[in-house]
């Protein structure tokens, strides 16, 4: 056995969406000035990250922080093949979507009534209802959109969410011409075997549909819940810098798994992602210095499982 034998196979390629951008800074209080946003979302860029939901178009109101969204994304400079995402939740949104230069549209309804009224003001069905509207706008616009579910795995408001309900809205989703559908895990509930049967679930009710997983790390299983959708197959995840994140609209919510430790455990595992480990750590503590206090991501305090370190600095345990 070597020191490091390295990834044992290729695993094959692995989407990484950072959604940092949106999900993280969202959850923030003290408004990031726009150029911090836009220099973040370029350092993603650099470190190879290709997929980065940029920002929302939900109501300043609702969401003071990404009230610059527009700015941001016209600040942004983006690199060949880069695929630049917004989050929508309403007609409104839509057609500011339509725009302001987006690739995709990420839609958010949740598989919860009690979490859709707390985040959208309105009953599941009619977010529904509404989503057709938005993607017949976006499609006009030549945007693709992803069919977010949100609380996909339990609501921190009404406890178990069944799979079954699930597939039903994927199923919704693939009629309207979605690209994908993503199961948000809004608050960390999601486990290996409820990511199973969400995936089987999605599977059985819209036969194609491929997946994107959407996980919180607020019970500290988000990355298990990562290797049980890569055992089935899954290749797309979100992440975000450093961990942050939260919907605020969410009691209890805390951030996304972290984009260095998910980057980190797929070139590991043999999976390439196109991003580059040592900068995306940078990108984390550059993060880190403008959000002002410790993030949660481990990678970025760690290093590199190879990191060495200097033993003339290391105490030693002699008697
Ligand atoms: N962009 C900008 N402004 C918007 C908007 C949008 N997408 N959607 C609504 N607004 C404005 C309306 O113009 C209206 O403004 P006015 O009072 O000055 O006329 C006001 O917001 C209320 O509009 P209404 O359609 O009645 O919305 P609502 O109060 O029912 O709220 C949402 C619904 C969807 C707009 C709001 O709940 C929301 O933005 N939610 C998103 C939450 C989110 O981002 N959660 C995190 C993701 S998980
Ligand atoms: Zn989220």
Same mark, same amino acid.
């Given at each position: 056995?070597?020191?490091?034998? $390295?990834?044992?196979?290729?695993?094959?390629?692995?989407?990484?969406?950072?959604?940092?951008?949106?999900?993280?800074?969202?959850?923030?209080?003290?408004?990031?000035?726009?150029?911090?946003?836009?220099?973040?979302?370029? $350092?993603?860029? +650099?470190?190879?990250?290709?997929?980065?939901? @940029?920002?929302?178009?939900?109501?300043?109101?609702?969401?003071?922080?990404?009230?610059?969204?527009?700015?941001? *994304?016209? /600040?942004?400079? %983006?690199?060949?093949?880069?695929?630049?995402?917004?989050?929508?939740?309403?007609?409104?949104?839509?057609? %500011?979507?339509?725009?302001?230069?987006?690739?995709? @549209?990420?839609?958010?309804?949740?598989?919860?009534?009690?979490?859709?009224?707390?985040?959208?003001?309105?009953?599941?069905?009619?977010? *529904?209802?509404?989503?057709? /509207?938005?993607?017949?706008? #976006?499609?006009?616009?030549?945007?693709?959109?992803?069919?977010?579910?949100?609380?996909?795995?339990?609501?921190?408001?009404?406890?178990?969410?069944?799979?079954?309900?699930?597939? %039903?809205?994927?199923?919704?989703?693939?009629? #309207?011409?979605?690209?994908?559908?993503?199961?948000?895990?809004?608050?960390?509930?999601?486990?290996?075997?409820?990511?199973?049967? +969400?995936?089987?679930?999605?599977?059985?009710?819209?036969?194609?549909?491929?997946?994107?997983?959407?996980?919180?790390?607020?019970? /500290?299983?988000?990355?298990?819940?990562?290797?049980?959708?890569?055992?089935?197959?899954?290749?797309?995840?979100?992440?975000?810098?450093?961990?942050? $994140?939260?919907?605020?609209?969410? +009691?209890?919510?805390?951030?996304?798994?972290?984009?260095?430790? *998910?980057?980190?455990?797929?070139?590991?595992?043999?999976?390439?992602?196109?991003?580059? #480990?040592?900068?995306?750590?940078?990108?984390?503590?550059?993060?880190?210095?403008?959000?002002?206090?410790?993030?949660?991501?481990?990678?970025?305090?760690?290093?590199? %499982? *190879?990191?060495?370190?200097?033993?003339?600095?290391?105490?030693?345990?002699?008697?």
């Amino acid at each position: 056995m070597t020191d490091n034998p $390295g990834p044992a196979a290729r695993g094959g390629h692995v989407t990484v969406c950072e959604v940092g951008p949106r999900d993280g800074f969202q959850a923030e209080e003290t408004f990031i000035p726009t150029d911090r946003k836009i220099a973040i979302v370029d $350092g993603l860029f +650099a470190a190879g990250v290709r997929h980065v939901q @940029v920002t929302s178009f939900v109501s300043p109101r609702a969401v003071p922080q990404l009230r610059d969204a527009e700015e941001v *994304l016209s /600040g942004i400079t %983006r690199p060949p093949g880069a695929v630049v995402a917004a989050l929508v939740a309403n007609q409104k949104g839509a057609e %500011r979507a339509g725009t302001a230069g987006v690739d995709i @549209v990420h839609g958010v309804l949740s598989a919860s009534e009690t979490h859709n009224l707390k985040n959208v003001n309105r009953p599941v069905a009619k977010s *529904l209802e509404d989503m057709k /509207g938005i993607a017949a706008t #976006l499609s006009g616009a030549g945007v693709a959109i992803e069919g977010g579910i949100a609380t996909a795995f339990g609501c921190p408001f009404e406890g178990p969410v069944p799979a079954e309900r699930v597939g %039903r809205i994927a199923r919704a989703y693939q009629e #309207l011409g979605a690209v994908r559908v993503s199961l948000g895990d809004t608050t960390g509930m999601a486990t290996p075997l409820t990511v199973a049967a +969400a995936i089987r679930a999605i599977r059985e009710a819209a036969p194609g549909m491929p997946i994107g997983l959407h996980f919180h790390n607020t019970r /500290g299983v988000g990355l298990a819940c990562v290797m049980t959708g890569l055992s089935m197959g899954v290749t797309h995840y979100d992440a975000s810098i450093g961990g942050l $994140g939260g919907c605020p609209f969410a +009691a209890g919510a805390t951030g996304n798994i972290c984009t260095e430790d *998910l980057v980190y455990l797929l070139a590991e595992s043999g999976y390439e992602t196109g991003i580059d #480990l040592d900068a995306l750590i940078g990108v984390a503590e550059r993060t880190q210095e403008t959000i002002g206090r410790p993030l949660p991501g481990q990678v970025m305090k760690a290093g590199p %499982r *190879l990191r060495r370190h200097d033993p003339e600095l290391t105490r030693h345990a002699a008697g």
